[in-house]
Nanobody, 117 residues
Framework: QIQLVESGGGLVQAGGSLRLSCRAS????????MGWYRQAPGKQRELVAT???????NYADSVKGRFTISRDNAKPMVSLQMNSLKSEDTAVYYC???????????WGQGTQVTVSS
């Protein structure tokens, strides 16, 4: 059974920093893409950042220069360092992985990030 367990969410003041982590467990093998999405109240889920197995990065324009995604394939784990947080970053953040050989996506349960202005 594949599971994604997130940690690191919380409440922070605007301008502050948080680090999210997500560890995958189960018989996964190699993971093609790892990343983070977020969903704010009343809005659709949107991409925040992804990183491929080869290290190719993709960021939403709204977080470029402030957020940094990284992965540890040995664990396997994906992390998101969030700096200079803004109130508009407030959302539930979801960990995501894509396993290409199965053509399947997996999601974490979500972790709340709240930025107070």
């Amino acid at each position: 059974q594949i599971q994604l367990v997130e940690s690191g969410g919380g409440l922070v003041q605007a301008g502050g920093s948080l680090r999210l982590s997500c560890r995958a467990s189960g018989p996964i093998g190699s993971i093609d893409v790892m990343g983070w999405y977020r969903q704010a109240p009343g809005k659709q889920r949107e991409l925040v950042a992804t990183i491929t197995a080869h290290g190719n990065l993709n960021y939403a324009d709204s977080v470029k220069g402030r957020f940094t995604i990284s992965r540890d394939n040995a664990k396997p784990m994906v992390s998101l360092q969030m700096n200079s947080l803004k109130s508009e970053d407030t959302a539930v953040y979801y960990c995501y992985i894509h396993v290409g050989r199965w053509s399947r996506d997996y999601w974490g349960q979500g972790t709340q990030v709240t930025v107070s202005s």
